[in-house]
């Protein structure tokens, strides 16, 4: 009954009287008996594709406003092998599948076509051109999610009952004209980031728990076009006197909608004649509370897309305490570690059935040069400061430089492994360890001493006296020979001792993992 009512094709009058809203809410009950799959069906590409394009994609701009923010961010990451062994991101020639996919192209514009296919359809489709059709031209092709099929097998158990459905292969039609071709599972990647919860292996647009969201918020914008249009102004009725003639009263209409109607004719005074009645009907914007209700619906529609309001830039993003830094920074690191991180894991899983990865490694992505997480490169410098810290304090511990290295970046505390030994000079517990006597200071150089010494005049009676002068650090010797006692007359003398200034030093005394002195060095202040 229910199928004979939606093949019979209605009237035009039924069509204006059924809005998409009234449809929804007639079919939405019968959706799971449409959409199962019965035995041997195969999954479409995609259910609502086409019609989630035109209606919503790409004429909504809120819908648009956000799948940009999530296609200019998503299609920022390259391509890399990762060892599964030290988790080490490296590249090799291989990679060209992916970084040129067609001449001219790049993995920016593969990931863009991706995410656009995902947000359209749920699914998008992709194979090595260059392996499968060998191709000089293109390494990586796009299949149309809306003319591809996902085939699939029953897998039946021991005693020949069914335990559900496995997938078989790819079906692609370029069109009716044109035969279908077969693809294996190892021949396309098919990203679908969101499953769909109606079938096995088939994903959904996040536009699809939406819809209503999108066609009210397409409403409320006909409706402030609607307002403009005629006069923005609140609606007006207007009663003539019961002594108006039908033809006058077509006629005084038609006047009044040519001359007051229309967001040109805005703000002009309304003259009737006599026996006219005005009266203002419906609300005007503030009394529709209009910025509010279609706000909320805005943010509905950034909430399903998994982009916060303030990073679109939408008007609830925008007011209050979002713009502050602190909130702001945390919706930019939930968009990117909820939404980004796990489109980026199941777009790289997805490719990586395209090209053989290297022994012991994976298809993984680098985001180093991903713009949006530039602000994020503080918190990493102080994460990696603590996993410095950690690694210092494990071999201080006595445990292996390697291990403790795994241990603080990757969280390996149960692999840990003990030299044996304690302390920071990690020496043997018990040794006995003679004490190593500290070298002498390095001997300093001779410094340069300047003497000035004036002699006076000596005098001496009766004999002649050798003088001998030497000098021992500031002191004077004047050796006489033994004989008789002679008379000296001795002026008093000036004696000027000049010293170089002497500056401070000082002395760092580094040892070794002994704990003995290596190095003695002295630096002046």
């Not at 094709?9 to 059924?18: C, G, I, T, V």
């Not at 996902?150 to 692609?172: D, F, N, T, V």
């Not at 990117?336 to 022994?359: F, G, H, K, N, Y």
């Amino acid at each position: 009954m229910l199928a004979d009512l939606l093949r019979r094709k209605p009237a035009e009058a039924e069509r204006s009287q059924l809005s998409f809203n009234q449809y929804l809410s007639l079919v939405e009950p019968w959706l799971p008996y449409f959409t199962q799959r019965k035995e041997g069906d195969p999954e479409k590409g995609n259910m609502q594709g086409l019609g989630l394009t035109q209606r919503a994609y790409t004429g909504n701009g809120v819908v648009f406003a956000c799948s940009a923010v999530r296609l200019a961010v998503f299609s920022q990451i390259m391509p890399q092998w990762q060892n599964l062994d030290t988790k080490k991101l490296f590249g090799t020639v291989d990679l060209d599948t992916f970084e040129t996919p067609w001449v001219g192209g790049s993995f920016s514009q593969v990931l863009g076509r991706m995410e656009q296919d995902a947000t359209c359809a749920g699914n998008s489709f992709w194979y090595n051109a260059g392996s499968l059709v060998r191709s000089d031209r293109v390494n990586l092709a796009r299949l149309s999610p809306e003319k591809t099929v996902i085939l699939s097998e029953r897998i039946e158990g021991r005693m020949g009952g069914g335990l559900g459905w496995a997938k078989a292969g790819y079906l692609y039609t370029e069109n009716e004209d044109s035969p279908a071709e077969f693809l294996e599972l190892n021949e396309v990647a098919h990203y679908a980031p969101m499953p769909d919860p109606m079938a096995d292996w088939r994903g959904m647009s996040w536009l699809t728990p939406i819809l209503r969201e999108v066609d009210v918020d397409n409403a409320f914008n006909t409706f402030k076009q609607s307002h403009m249009e005629n006069s923005a102004t609140p609606n007006l009725v207007i009663t003539f006197d019961p002594t108006v003639s039908p033809d006058d009263f077509k006629k005084l209409t038609e006047v009044i909608k040519r001359k007051m109607t229309g967001s040109q004719n805005a703000g002009k005074t309304l003259a009737l004649g006599g026996g006219a009645d005005v009266k203002i009907v419906g609300a005007n914007f503030e009394q529709l509370a209009l910025k509010a209700v279609q706000g909320a619906g805005e943010t509905r529609i950034a909430a399903a897309a998994g982009v916060p309001p303030v990073v679109v830039g939408l008007s609830e993003g925008l007011s209050g305490s979002s713009l502050n830094a602190g909130n702001y920074g945390a919706a930019r690191r939930r968009f990117a570690d909820v939404t980004m991180r796990d489109a980026w894991q199941a777009a790289i899983s997805a490719l990586s059935v395209l090209e053989p990865a290297p022994s012991r490694s994976r298809l993984w992505y680098s985001d180093r040069d991903v713009s949006f997480l530039q602000e994020d490169v503080k918190d990493e410098a102080e994460i990696r400061e603590g996993h410095a810290r950690t690694i210092r304090t494990l071999v201080e511990a006595g445990y292996t430089a390697d291990t403790a290295v795994n241990a603080a970046v990757d969280g390996d505390f149960a692999a840990l492994k003990h030299t044996g030994k304690v302390s920071v000079q990690l020496q043997e517990p018990g040794a006995n360890i003679a004490p190593v006597p500290s070298p002498p200071p390095p001997e300093r150089a001779e410094q340069q001493l300047t003497l000035a010494l004036t002699m006076p005049d000596i005098h001496i009676d009766g004999i002649t006296v050798p003088v001998t002068v030497g000098r021992s650090d500031t002191q004077i010797d004047v050796h006489i020979p033994e004989q008789p006692a002679p008379v000296v007359h001795v002026a008093p003398a000036d004696v000027t001792v000049n010293i170089p200034e002497q500056r401070a030093t000082t002395r760092h005394i580094t040892h070794d993992a002994q704990g003995r002195i290596s190095t003695i060095t002295e630096n002046p202040l």
